[in-house]
């Protein structure tokens, strides 16, 4: 095991893929491409999100549920434009056993589909909404460009929730709780983001507007989920009415929040280096990971203070692994910094004999002696202030590759940045022709929209607001 | 709502049929048969079913790993065994988008033929072995016969083990492992159950032989659980080798342990009564209810000492309801019978006054009063009893239905017992035989075997042990 065998940081796609296998996360020799093996240390992290994702939504009122992986076709062609949008990505089941089916079934693409026919059977009253649910489960996407672990692949870990409203300003109520949902995780996960409002163009199958969650990954924009506001485009073709105080019927208003196996992604392209992953605290499988330093003749009083050390962290409710492998020191420092461990703790006997350990944090590779006595308060305050770095580095970096621009024609004259912040018109004709010039996609307004003044630089009328624009995953 | 909503517990089909979908299990509306939708307080049963299991196999030594849905035709078809008993029962993607698939997809119904190639790739040394790995996922099967939530459906939620050893030895030490996790778990689901070596004609397709995990529901078997010992059945085909100390190559040795949802069917139908579920106090996602009975001019005062109440419980560790929606306490209680909610907790002034409250244990129908000061170790005690009385009854009930049979012909005769024990000389014929003329169908040898004296009643050679044969779901 030697730190060359994983290619240098700057080569990112190769640094990306190899990553992923060597830090443990996953295997992608399955044989089916883009659908790959989650391996025992991926999964743990993966499972470790969905705790913080079933945290927020539990507590705010919304109830897991499972639906069938299966579609029937019949279902999901009801709303016009989800279908459009969907149908070339879909994996066919044709024939069960040595029967063709008379109506084709579909892998859920997304779970709109399945959920509302029973929708129109659950809600009845005003007294029912809103109803809001979710799920965690795999869908299925038959990607034909380039797959890459955690961030395009055809089998997809995703979670959604779907929500139900009386009317359009109680689904707004929904999007706010969303966006404040969507804060909260995205510090546990120490990943900054925007959120842009798509253009029309390019909204969600079906969806009355979309936003998108982006976040910023080596040069380019990696939408991490999105929020969509239906209205009631869903609810006319599955039929989802309630009746109200006086007895008149209503379609409902819907709104989903999804995001994807994409946030690991996030965290392994924004947050990892040369030495491997850097996970944030709050999924970290091990927060700490305790190396013993023993030294010939005081092996088992090493061990015997590390195994106390470890009791005490322990019980203090961090999660902590005691290497004791057969190994050299130094080889467990390689193995941990590859996977991405917050803090390493090392203990030798010279420690033991002053009352201290050694703390050494993954994000900045530094090293500190701390008293046993307050081995807690320091991994308290080591941790948070891990997530804190973590988080502001990346924010700060995402930041800074923004800029306005106001003649896209010199665009490809010198260096791109990386993320174009542009005044616009607001019309779609113009919009394209920026997507042309740049060799871009709009990613939309931002949300809340900002007004711009001055001029659209395609058209030359007035600009009302700025739109963003970067290269994309 | 009223009671006599529920059919009666002697209709057992059409009492399991109604309760699971009134007590919020699941909905079976959906529109594909044999696919059901988890509604939310099933699916929080699953979850924690699901839970108990992640405990005893992580403290095993197991590592969760999670594999693709999807299976290449040309790795399903490699154990011949296998695919000629599975081939019939496989949904078959065939096409993605509008392209028909070079090579056709399967649903999974099982995983090896998924993770045994990836075996083959991770399994190199001795060094490697004992490989423990486990997941929990959902499998597909295309269902013939009539389908019952939980019992019997095409997309089931499954939980495998999946181990490759050094030798057959040691996938022995394997099997006894999973038996004591079973006895384990069985205890916390307070299921009675018993093992059954299964005939040869009826292992699972590429077992060297099969353990039927059995348990008794309504006058017949029904199978929650398999444990198989593949020997190299499938290390053979898939290429799954290991090299020794001394430099040669083996084959290694494999078991799998799977369970499915049907645990909760069994407890579904073994534990529940005419009022509704009765729920182990381990997968409750209540384990107590707490009920105000408000009185006119003291709503206040019950209220504020009914959550006191239960902020002492949830501190103590319990999961822990107030209802405190505007109902008779009538109707609450009935709504969280028909939940199966072990422990009812009904708090009014009196009680207060007298620093007391009712328990009501949901197994018994019976309350009685507790004093305050002394809740959290009565409710322990009392969960505790739960448990016990449930899986004594059902233990009691399973072991009464067993009869030793020496004339099968008379069996058409008087109302037949339940489960039959038979003397057998071990030929196949002579069990098919016994199958034929009682209609049941043979369960296996128990395991360990038990030794018989005396004749086989087909073929009147002595027997060399008992064999067990029921009507099965």
Partial sequence: MRLDELPPRENFNDWYNEIVEKAGLTDKRYPIKGMNVWTPYGWKIMQAIDSLIRREFDSTGHDEVNFPTLIPETEFAKEAEHIKGFGKDVYWVTHAGENELDVPLLLRPTSETAMYPMFSLWIRSHSDLPMKIYQIVSTFRYETKQTRAFIRVREIHFFESHTAHRDFEDAEAQIKEDLDILGRLMKNLCLPYMIHRRPDWDKFAGAYYSLGIDTFMEGKILQIGSIHQYRNNFAIPYEIK??????????????????????????????????????????????????????????????????????????????????????????????????????????????????????????????KSVKIENLNEEVVSLLADIERNLYERAERKMQGRIVEADELSDLDMYSAPDILQVKWCGEEACGIRMEEITGMSVLGTSEPEEKAEGECPICGKNAVKYVYLAKTY
Avoid at 275 to 281: D, K, Q, S, Y
């Fill in 242 to 367: 309630y009746e109200d105080e006086r007895g008149e019927h209503h379609y409902v208003h819907q709104t989903t929040f999804g995001m994807s196996e994409r946030l690991l992604g996030a965290i392994i392209g924004i947050h990892g280096d040369k030495h491997g992953l850097i996970l944030p605290p709050a999924i970290a499988p091990y927060q700490v990971v305790i190396v013993p330093i023993p030294k010939k003749g005081h092996q088992e009083k090493v061990y015997e203070e590390c195994g106390k050390v470890g009791e005490k962290l322990k019980s203090a409710g961090f999660r902590v692994h005691i290497d004791d492998r057969d190994l050299r020191p130094g080889n467990k420092y390689y193995y941990w910094e590859i996977r991405g461990v917050p803090v390493r703790l090392e203990m030798g006997l010279r420690d033991i004999e002053k009352g201290e350990v050694v703390l050494f944090r993954r994000d900045e590779m530094k090293k």
